[in-house]
């Protein structure tokens, strides 16, 4: 009941962050449901990433069944699509308001130093995410795992795009610049993938990973006091 509400405002929040600056890239009112559309993406690709090994090596078959998989891909080809509208929303805003800034700024994602990350994201996010339209694309296990680990690197490669591309060329010349990362940036990077990593592993050791609430209705005498109800 309460997660709907707080994964609108957490990330809308978030999102406000970025909108009520004066950032060329960041100031822009579409920022909130783009972002809710995002996390929902990122989301159920990350739980696919997830969900397909310990379905295969934990024996979760007949719990996580593919009508579960079909669905969640369903779900992650809806949010996509809305991500494309926030990207072309995005661009059709800086070139049809005339303001020379924000135009700069798509150029500079599309054509400058960082040219290969905005298209690569363009291509993780957008392009290569429309195979979900084919039944045989999301009735395959292997295809689904591969498109959840293209999803997830594309929002990761959104927010860089976000973050740096917005960053390196503000108003002054004189303050341009590239980001390479140090050694500590990439130890943070992997410390966090490590972290989120033993904590898995620690729920799935000591806590269920299927809740057994819900389980319960699945079970024969569950249905048979279901229907005995209806009748």
């Known amino acids: ?27 822009t009112t579409i920022f909130p449901p783009y972002f809710v559309a995002g996390a929902i993406y990122s989301g159920f690709a990350m739980v696919l990433t997830l969900a397909i090994p310990l ?9 996580i069944t593919m009508r579960h998989l079909d669905n969640m891909a369903k779900v992650m080809l809806a949010t996509g699509l809305i991500v494309a509208y926030g990207y072309g929303v995005e661009a059709f805003t800086a070139y049809y308001s005339g303001e020379p800034f924000e135009r700069f700024l798509m150029l500079n994602r599309a054509l400058g130093p960082y040219w290969p990350a905005y298209w690569a994201l363009i291509l993780t996010n957008v392009l290569i995410p429309q195979a979900l339209w084919f039944k045989r694309v999301r009735s395959n296990v292997l295809l689904l795992f591969g498109l959840s680990l293209v999803i997830n690197s594309g929002m990761w490669l959104e927010r860089f795009v976000i973050v740096v591309t917005s960053l390196h060329r503000d108003f002054l010349p004189s303050s341009w610049g590239m980001y ?14 490590g972290l ?9 050791r000591f806590l269920p990973m299927i809740s057994i609430f819900e389980m319960r209705t699945l079970l024969p005498e569950a249905r048979v006091k279901e229907e005995g109800r209806t009748e």
């Open 180 to 193: 390479y990362p140090t050694i500590w940036d990439w130890a943070t990077y992997i410390g966090t993938l």
């Open 55 to 63: 379905r295969k090596f934990y024996g979760l078959a007949d719990f």
């Open 1 to 27: 009941g309460l997660a709907t509400p707080l994964v609108v405002s957490v990330h809308t929040v978030v999102s406000f962050d970025f909108a009520i600056s004066i950032l060329p890239g960041w100031h």
């Open 196 to 204: 989120f990593a033993t904590l898995l592993f620690l729920f799935i």
